[in-house]
């Protein structure tokens, strides 16, 4: 299986777009910043898409955390926040280790970020308005158990 990874749209849809158009993957997930963004991924394809709401999706009725399961892997879904990433990874790891997730995916800071240790932390990055490399999204591989996690910039 292969997932496409979005984070921090905030309403530029044009270079998901792109990416999808360019793209081979099974499934989308969008962490977050903006809900709607993802809501449209959902009319203008037809593949799974999963998202959860971040902190600039105060109207929106979306999750603020989803898990996804493919065989024996557990993805966990958010936007970051509320997890204070911005100033530490701690509280962000143990949530995930406490839901028993093998990869942690979040966004909110803006910048592309994997760590692969006794469980995998990756954020995709902005892919509309990054602060560090540019454009970026992030792929998961997941096979037989194993998993896979890249940062592809624009």
Do not use: W
């Not at 709607?36 to 603020?64: A, F, R």
């Not at 892919?127 to 996690?149: A, F, M, Q, T, V």
């Amino acid at each position: 299986m292969r997932i496409l990874v979005f984070s921090d749209s905030h309403g530029d849809t044009s270079k998901m777009h792109e990416v999808i158009q360019k793209e081979d993957f099974d499934m989308i997930m969008h962490l977050g910043d903006c809900y709607d963004d993802m809501e449209e991924l959902k009319t203008c394809y037809d593949i799974p898409v999963l998202g959860v709401v971040g902190n600039v999706d105060y109207i929106s009725d979306g999750p603020s955390i989803e898990f996804f399961q493919h065989e024996d892997i557990k993805i966990m879904l958010t936007h970051g926040h509320r997890y204070h990433v911005k100033n530490h990874l701690s509280h962000l790891r143990l949530a995930g280790k406490e839901r028993q997730a093998h990869v942690v995916l979040f966004g909110h800071t803006h910048e592309a970020f994997i760590e692969e240790d006794d469980i995998i932390l990756m954020n995709p990055g902005s892919i509309s308005r990054p602060r560090n490399d540019g454009p970026s999204y992030g792929i998961l591989e997941l096979h037989k158990n194993k998993i896979n996690g890249k940062i592809v910039f624009i």
